[in-house]
């Protein structure tokens, strides 16, 4: 009887991660088991596909085409500012342009602002394109207050009124996780072909930072200050307007910063819809062409102007030391005193062409280059794709071919590759890591299998059981249902491509970067290299990304993933050095008292602690990887991000939209299952 009472006590439990892990494991083992007889279990039938993306498309042109005139009518009344904003700016002599910004960064940032300034539009005006970037300055000089004045707006209205909050930080979420490309096409429905679509686009796509630190800002107002109103009789707008917006201001310049930074990397974007005479469009006409000399200087103005505005709204935001008046007006005076004094001699700044020779210079040196080089390039990428990135989204039993491998993929290795994922999980169950095994052989079969190849049971059940150990049901059932919506729309085997590419982006990111961000950690010269380095990467708009892998590699999906890769770093580097930094003092003497190593000092205790934050890091990485993609669409990937490109050549709004939600769907789901292991990390250091 004793026996028989104690033998359930006995009996090993498996945690949730291990029965999540066993579930996925089964339903994958099913699948390619009843394939032969059940092949709808691994490929969804077309009979089954709902016309998604036809429904779409008709309801969205019906609405559209109702608000057609409204539309038309504010594009017409938003082409006055565009105009006013373009002639002042053209009309303004250059060298007062550069007085005024050198002015501005001595009053924000002293020397090093000012000469910034200085430089930044000298290298401007020297590279020819002065005339086009002030016509992008027009757009950013209006679309940014557009986007302020709405952005704000949401803000104020979510503090305002707390039953709505959620539901406009769900909009916000969506704007943000829409690729742009795929809300362009009802832009171009609704507004037509022009300067001022893209200035719309912009403004959409610069609103939510400033809608969210808007509110951020006014939720950490204390409350003592708010009583303090209440208690002084203001009426609830003079409350908010003289009291806690004013308290809330270093937050929402915070914002503003964002907000600058969001319009200016939408300047390309804009171009591609806008279509007029601005440096967006001399980047994509010399990218077209091959002009990749022209294209990289036309590159680097956006990433001056980046740079520049940049650092001057973020001194505004989060620096209120202000330098000397009496030097801003002297700069001042000087430009005028310039222009007056050479205007009849001023060069019109088109004619110059004074970067030309560096222009060609790159060209023909990039001629020679890949002359000299191209066999070991060619090698370096073939090598890449036919030994990684292929087997990776086709599986090894397709991608080992003689002309690749040299050897073609036979039944007998599959069998092999599964027993030696069983060896290794049978390994680590024996040592106590059964969940861990258990990922490996899931692992195994992945490879085997390929990303793009996988049984949509298999992915719908491992979303939901992530779902289930980041956050319980709940969010189990939105990671299923919402990828069930793909799966019904016909739009899977595109998504799957999509996640192939971005997902090996993610993997190589959270290795390099996670590396880059340790070596940052615990050598203070080497950040002091890597930080100018990330904070150049993080004001470089998304476009100008691909014209130095387009240089050297040409068009193809290893350009694309190596651009992805080159804008989603940085946030894995930071957050991980970040995290690793930061470890309480407390914590870092306990174990020197101990007599930890410095090796088990950061296994057993920095790590550990940094896990919540190097989780957001890769969270972030996500977000621009899924970011990055459409645009890489532009050089030869596959999957949602040429769908959502070619509906906008076509005008097809369904598809555009169709393939856009879809996007949005995957980044969304990995984005709240990231948060979820975050958050559980958090709760288990009692954070």
Excluded at 674 to 682: K, T
Aim: hydrophobic share 55%.
């Amino acid at each position: 009887m004793t026996a028989l009472t104690d033998a359930p006590s006995a009996r090993v439990r498996l945690t949730v991660g291990t029965q999540a892990a066993l579930i996925t494991l089964l339903v994958g083992a099913i699948c390619l088991a009843l394939e032969p007889v059940a092949p709808w279990l691994v490929k969804w039938p077309a009979a089954w596909v709902l016309p998604a993306t036809d429904w779409v498309g008709s309801i969205l042109t019906s609405v559209l085409t109702a608000m057609k005139p409204v539309a038309r009518g504010f594009s017409a009344l938003m082409a006055y500012p565009m105009d006013w904003a373009n002639f002042v700016l053209n009309g303004t002599p250059w060298p007062l342009v550069i007085g005024i910004v050198t002015a501005v960064g001595w009053y924000l940032g002293g020397l090093p602002m000012a000469a910034l300034g200085f430089l930044g539009l000298n290298f401007v005006l020297a590279s020819g394109y002065w005339s086009e970037s002030m016509n992008t300055l027009a757009l950013v000089a209006v679309s940014v207050p557009l986007a302020l004045i709405v952005g704000g707006a949401i803000g104020v209205l979510a503090n305002e009124f707390p039953r709505i909050k959620n539901a406009l930080q769900a909009v916000l979420d969506i704007m943000q996780t829409v690729p742009t490309f795929a809300y362009l096409t009802p832009l171009l429905l609704l507004f037509g072909f022009g300067p001022v679509v893209g200035l719309i686009a912009s403004a959409i796509y610069a609103a939510p930072p400033m809608a969210r630190n808007v509110l951020l800002g006014l939720e950490r107002v204390e409350a003592e200050v708010k009583e303090a109103a209440v208690m002084a009789g203001g009426t609830r707008l003079q409350q908010l307007f003289q009291v806690e917006i004013p308290s809330a201001s270093n937050q929402i310049m915070v914002g503003v910063n964002q907000c600058l930074m969001a319009a200016l990397s939408m300047v390309i974007i804009a171009a591609v819809i806008g279509g007029f005479n601005d440096i967006g469009w001399e980047v994509l006409l010399t990218m077209r062409k091959a002009q990749f000399g022209e294209a990289l200087i036309a590159g680097m103005v956006i990433v001056v102007f980046a740079m520049v505005i940049d650092r001057m709204s973020g001194a505004l935001a989060t620096e209120r030391k202000r330098y000397d008046t009496r030097v801003v007006w002297g700069l001042l005076g000087f430009a005028v005193i310039f222009t007056v004094a050479f205007w009849t001699r001023l060069p019109v700044p088109s004619d110059l062409t004074l970067l030309d020779p560096v222009s060609d210079a790159l060209d023909n040196g990039l001629t020679e280059f890949t002359r000299s080089n191209g066999a070991a390039l060619d090698a370096f990428k073939n090598n890449a794709m036919f030994y990684v990135l292929l087997p990776l989204r086709i599986g090894l039993d397709q991608a080992v071919l003689p002309f690749t491998w040299g050897f073609a993929w036979t039944t007998n290795m599959s069998l092999g590759l599964f027993l030696a994922g069983a060896a290794i999980g049978a390994v680590m169950a024996w040592r106590g890591h059964m969940t861990g095994g258990l990922m490996v052989l899931i692992g195994f079969g992945m490879l085997e299998t390929g990303i793009s190849n996988l049984p949509w049971p298999f992915v719908l059940t491992g979303a939901a059981a992530l779902g289930w150990v980041a956050g319980g049901p709940r969010l189990a059932i939105m990671a299923a249902g919402l990828l069930s919506t793909i799966l019904i729309s016909g739009l899977w085997d595109r998504a799957l491509l999509s996640l192939y590419l971005s997902g090996a982006a993610v993997f190589a990111c959270a290795v390099v970067g996670g590396l880059i961000g340790l070596l940052s950690a615990v050598s203070p010269l080497a950040w002091k290299i890597v930080r100018p380095i990330c904070d150049m990467l993080q004001t470089i708009p998304l476009f100008v990304f691909l014209i130095p892998v387009l240089m050297v590699f040409q068009i193809g999906e290893f350009s694309a993933f190596l651009a992805i890769c080159a804008y989603a770093i940085v946030p894995m580097i930071r957050y991980t050095r970040h995290g690793l930094v930061n470890t309480p003092e407390e914590m870092m003497e306990a174990a020197i008292a101990s007599g930890a190593t410095q090796f088990q000092i950061m296994r057993d205790v920095k790590a550990p602690y940094a896990a919540p934050t190097i989780l957001l890091g890769l969270n972030q990485t996500i977000l621009y990887a899924f970011a990055m993609l459409v645009i890489a669409a532009l050089i030869g990937t596959t999957g949602l991000g040429q769908s959502i490109y070619l509906a906008l050549g076509k005008a097809d709004i369904g598809l555009g939209i169709s393939a856009g939600a879809a996007m949005a769907i995957l980044a969304l789901v990995a984005d709240r299952l990231v948060q979820g292991f975050a958050e559980e990390r958090r709760k288990a250091l009692g954070l």
